[in-house]
């Protein structure tokens, strides 16, 4: 499997001509090295509605006849906004899709999205949970650190955790060590940092602390693609 980095929380992962987008917040997002435009997916996976997770969401399902799959409550919005194809799921559920397997686990956040006709509700976010090509990649979407996590762990052998260290609205650094502690993954990349000044974090601090544990985690340059 492919992963690339976009910045923030997305993710493009790649496999066997397939490609999926993970909450592909590009437009309005500085850090970004692509366009919405130049992105060509098959699916766009969303974690919840945030405006800087759903973000490009639409466009670019409509603009490649990609089918979303996020909770239920998100489909709703995207669907209110002009996308067709989109696949329902909710927390806990699991579901084989042409490319792989797509299970939701929990996330501790909120889900809404904002536009001029005012706030949609986006029910709870969740974290994903995604194997394609014998490899599984855990997405923790927006999420504080939470002691299932372990079960996760332990229910799941993860070959790539993707996390948040940004603090303020989601786990900060300290918290994200722990959570590799519990989810003991092969490998583990920081992410939802430096996009906002309120959620500047330095991503060397991350994985000098996970290596401290005795885990493995690298930092993905914004762009950058790596194969595992
Ligand atoms: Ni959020
Ligand atoms: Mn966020």
Redesign the pocket.
């Known amino acids: 499997m492919k992963i690339t980095y976009y910045s923030h929380d997305v993710f493009l992962l790649e496999h066997d001509g397939t490609k999926l987008i993970i909450d592909p917040f590009l437009t309005g997002n500085e850090n970004a090295p692509i366009k919405a435009e130049d992105v060509k997916v098959d699916y766009v996976l969303l974690?919840?509605a945030?405006p800087?997770?759903l973000g490009d969401g639409v466009v670019l399902a409509i603009k490649n006849d990609a089918t979303i799959i996020a909770p239920f409550e998100v489909t709703l919005i995207c669907q209110s906004l002009g996308a067709q194809k989109t696949h329902a799921m909710h927390i806990g559920g699991a579901h084989n899709f042409d490319f792989g397997r797509v299970k939701l686990t929990i996330a501790h956040?909120?889900?809404a999205w904002i536009d001029d006709k005012g706030v949609h509700y986006g029910g709870n976010?969740c974290g994903l949970l995604i194997t394609m090509g014998g490899k599984t990649v855990y997405h923790a979407?927006?999420t504080g650190l939470f002691m299932d996590m372990q079960l996760i762990g332990e229910m799941n052998s993860i070959d790539v955790a993707l996390l948040p260290i940004g603090d303020n609205?989601?786990m900060g650094i300290d918290d994200a060590v722990k959570a590799v502690e519990f989810l003991n993954p092969a490998l583990s990349i920081p992410m939802h940092y430096d996009t906002f000044p309120v959620i500047e974090a330095d991503p060397k601090e991350f994985t000098a602390k996970v290596e401290a544990v005795r885990q493995k985690a690298r930092v993905m340059q914004y762009g950058e693609t790596i194969e595992i």
Do not use: E, K, N
Request: avoid cysteine; proline fraction near 8%; hydrophobic fraction near 10%.
């Open positions: 974690t919840h945030h800087d997770h956040h909120g889900s976010p979407g927006d609205f989601t």
